[in-house]
């Protein structure tokens, strides 16, 4: 088995248990994260600590998922792996746009911190409507349509 699934509440961890993560099993992955999003889970954290190698098709996968989640107003966090520094930092540009942690623990702490009441609008899904209702501006003053 590559992946192992825990749930941990409404948060899902899924880690990944092979040495090197490749384009091979990107596909798998990508297909386990979108089942799970499908099944109504809006916040993931994916565990890569096992991990020597990460290649970038693997990344794609993760971030396919991590861009369905947002439409659906989830979050996805990594946990970093063992070579964080040879595989992480070489995308770096790549994955500012998640969450990085050194452990299971405290990914899962940042979601309770984040959403502490599911039942109301926290301070940060009000200023994200905010911000998402505000129209963008061109340079040439127009608005801009997306």
Known sequence: MDFVIEYSQDIIIA??????A???EALQFQNLLIKEIDNGYRKIVIDLTHCSSIDPAFFSAIFIAYK?????????????????FDDIERLEN??????IFNSKEEAIESYK?????????????????????????S???GDLHY
């Open 15 to 20: 880690t990944v248990v092979i040495r090197r």
């Open 94 to 99: 790549n994955l500012r746009i998640f969450e």
């Open 22 to 24: 490749t384009f091979l």
């Open 68 to 84: 369905k989640l947002i439409n659906l107003n989830g979050n996805l966090k990594l946990i970093k792996p063992k070579n964080y």
């Open 113 to 137: 911190m984040i959403f502490c009441n599911p039942s109301e609008e926290t301070l940060f899904d009000a200023n994200w409507q905010s911000l998402a209702d505000t129209p963008l501006i």
């Open 139 to 141: 340079n040439d003053g």
